[in-house]
């Protein structure tokens, strides 16, 4: 896989000794130097200066099926699903500037489940865009950490299928 990532110069500049930031320029592979610049220390990030189509793209992509995990449903169906680690490495490496958020949690009036509201936003050159989603679990189900964990993960990998990281797996079903 072609590495996409781009670099970020930090420079000590002469007056005060402030930082400042700047993008490398990748089309011309050199960077613009305002006068009075030194100590120059190169800091790699990558994916910080695409715009959110590229990023969009990228996460659209099938994800390998060696990073798939299938769990069988009380009722025995098989679900595929990505671990929300997994989920979290693809983000940092498409869009490392992503943030995410848990913007509620609420519990059922019978106490018996509890669900979570997450946002995940990510940022381009161009725009920020943000998606939320829902995850809900029940109370009584300790099979994988605690109940609020659990509707967070949920939640987390559903705001990121709405950008179309996993998509795919939800059209499995239809088809």
Known sequence: MASLSASLKLKKLSRGG?????KWNR??????HA?????????????ICR?????????NKKVPDSL???RLENDGF????????????VLN???PEWSGEVRNIT????????????????YGTDAEIFRESTGTASVDDTSYGDPVQKAEAMAFRRACARFGLGLHLYHEDAS
């Open 107 to 122: 519990y059922s009036l019978d106490a018996k489940s509890v669900s979570v509201v997450y946002r995940v936003t990510l």
């Open 68 to 70: 798939v995990k299938t």
């Open 27 to 32: 089309s011309y592979s050199k960077l613009s």
């Open 78 to 89: 098989p679900i595929r699903y990505i671990p929300w680690h997994v989920v979290n490495r």
């Open 93 to 95: 490496l498409h869009a």
């Open 51 to 59: 715009p959110l189509s590229e990023i969009l793209k990228e996460l």
């Open 18 to 22: 402030a930082f400042s930031c700047r």
């Open 35 to 47: 006068e009075g610049e030194r100590d120059v220390e190169e800091v790699p990030s990558s994916g």
